[in-house]
Nanobody, 123 residues
């Protein structure tokens, strides 16, 4: 069974940085795309970034140039480095896994989810 655990959230001032980590247990990364999503209060869950097992990387326009997703196969983790944070980045951040090939920016394509980690950016 695939289990995902996020860590690294916290409170940071605008312009600061945070590094989230998603640990995948029970499987190797082979055949899985790992995605990061976020959900602010009262808002729908939205795509942030994804790292496919093919090596392809995907980013939401709102985070391009500020966030970087990577894969550490040795540690079975998928870090999300977040720089130049803005108050509008405040949300619960979730990592998710899928074996799907298409629609990798859609939350409905993901089968497995972590419990989330809170990121708060103060102005």
């Amino acid at each position: 069974q695939v289990q995902l655990v996020e860590s690294g959230g916290g409170l940071v001032q605008a312009g600061g940085s945070l590094r989230l980590s998603c640990v995948l247990s029970g499987r190797t990364f082979s055949g899985y795309t790992i995605g990061w999503f976020r959900q602010a209060p009262g808002a729908p869950r939205e795509f942030v970034a994804a790292s496919s097992w093919t090596g392809a990387l995907y980013y939401a326009d709102s985070v391009k140039g500020r966030f970087t997703i990577s894969t550490d196969n040795a540690k079975a983790t998928v870090p999300l480095q977040m720089n130049s944070l803005k108050p509008e980045d405040t949300a619960i951040y979730y990592c998710a896994a899928t074996t799907a090939y298409l629609s990798l920016t859609s939350y409905s394509s993901y089968n497995y989810w972590g419990q989330g980690t809170q990121v708060t950016v103060s102005s």
